[in-house]
């Protein structure tokens, strides 16, 4: 999936098919840049066992609503 643009951020969901089962999709960590392109924030699923998605893009969309909600919530930077 493509960044994102979100209240002035751009948010990269970083998601990849799951290494332990196949054909299943997993995202590691949306990545959140400024509007000058500066990182600032990474964020991860809190779980050793992230949830698995039938495909890529529900992996993404779950991954880009989390980073939206760090926004909402002002915790980034």
Same mark, same amino acid.
């Given at each position: 999936?493509?960044? $994102?643009?979100?209240?002035?951020?751009?948010?990269?969901?970083? *998601?990849?098919?799951?290494?332990? *089962? %196949?054909?299943?999709? *997993? $995202?590691?960590?949306?990545?959140?840049?400024? +509007?000058?392109?500066?990182?600032?924030?990474?964020?991860? %699923?809190? +779980?050793?066992?992230?949830?698995? $998605?039938?495909?890529?893009?529900?992996?993404?969309?779950?991954?880009? +609503?989390?980073?939206?909600?760090?926004?909402?919530?002002?915790?980034?930077?």
């Amino acid at each position: 999936m493509e960044p $994102f643009i979100y209240k002035g951020y751009t948010i990269t969901p970083n *998601v990849h098919l799951a290494e332990a *089962v %196949p054909g299943k999709w *997993v $995202f590691e960590a949306a990545t959140i840049t400024d +509007s000058d392109g500066n990182e600032v924030y990474v964020a991860a %699923p809190a +779980s050793e066992r992230p949830p698995l $998605f039938d495909t890529g893009d529900a992996a993404a969309r779950v991954c880009i +609503s989390q980073a939206k909600a760090l926004i909402e919530a002002g915790d980034i930077g």
